[in-house]
């Protein structure tokens, strides 16, 4: 397994070390980390999922659940691949930890 494997058992958060600035427009945001110097372009449910694990540590399963409760999201069949997706990219680009 990958370090970027999905882990269902994992508590993801944002990486301690990061300093984000965001601007979003249009179902698009950027976001700068000043720690890297990186600029990272993402579409709204990649800055949805990383604001909030910004407000603190979410398991899947809790992240899982709180998307389905958002009409926009409730009856997407391919919901829990998309945010294992999305969960993966974010740790890539060194935005997001996984703890076991």
Known sequence: MDRFSYNPVCEYAVNPVCRMHWVCWGGECVVFDETSGQTHCMDSLHALVLDMLVEGN??????????????DFAQDQSLSFSLQTILKELQSIGLVDATA
């Open 58 to 71: 979410w398991h899947f399963s809790a992240l899982l659940e709180k998307f389905t409760a958002i009409p």
